[in-house]
């Protein structure tokens, strides 16, 4: 049974959604870094809207930052997984001067077990490299892979976690759903640009 639990988490977090085409900080989210139509988002979703879910009982939905996953229930992986998650602090040094005028959009899910390892681990590795958590925005999915501003489409989300990196309004590349090798060398990979293709890319 636990075995049937684990393959039916893996399998919703990467069950790809059918396509009809193809920030952050303690208190609250900030605008400043984001486009047009994720500045529409930001406005149309609730921030930390909890709605409940028939599957996994309560989920998280739209925008959200880290005071929604330090709540419960969500707190019991988020913070759990933030404490015991080693970070590699040699990357995070050659990540750091890499991350000035970088804008990070995340999309995620707090019922997915994938999301559940990563985001705290994103986190960790952003708070030791001192990133400007107004240049970060969070978006938690349902089990569709859907927000209630749809703004998943135009990011052209099948599968979360995907972490999407950005300068001057371009996205540099993304991340998607697990490392290559560890978080830090994929964000490293992606910032350096180096040649880097996430699990789904062909």
């Known amino acids: 049974a636990i075995i049937l639990c684990a393959v039916l988490s893996i399998w919703a977090c990467n069950n790809q959604k059918k396509a009809t085409n193809g920030s952050e900080g303690t208190a609250v989210d900030s605008s400043n870094a984001m486009g047009g139509s994720d500045a529409k988002a930001a406005m149309a979703d609730p921030l930390n809207e909890i709605v409940p879910n028939e599957e996994y009982d309560t989920i998280m939905l739209g925008r959200i930052n880290r005071n929604g996953l330090q709540q419960e229930p969500f707190s019991e992986w988020f913070t759990s997984t933030y404490d015991i998650q080693p970070v590699d602090s040699a990357m995070v040094t050659k990540i750091e001067p890499l ?36 240049k970060l925005t969070v978006y938690a999915v349902d089990d569709m892979k859907t927000t209630p501003s749809n703004i998943e489409e135009e990011h052209n989300i099948a599968y979360v976690p995907t972490i999407i990196f950005s300068k001057n309004g371009e996205e540099m590349d993304r991340f998607v759903e697990y490392a290559q090798n560890t978080l830090e060398e994929d964000i490293y990979a992606i910032l350096n640009g180096a040649e880097y293709k996430d699990p789904y890319e062909e």
């Open 99 to 134: 991350l000035q005028d970088v804008s990070i959009t995340v999309f995620m899910g707090t019922w997915c077990s994938d999301s559940q390892r990563e985001i705290p681990h994103l986190y960790k590795i952003l708070d030791a490299a001192d990133f400007d958590y107004d």
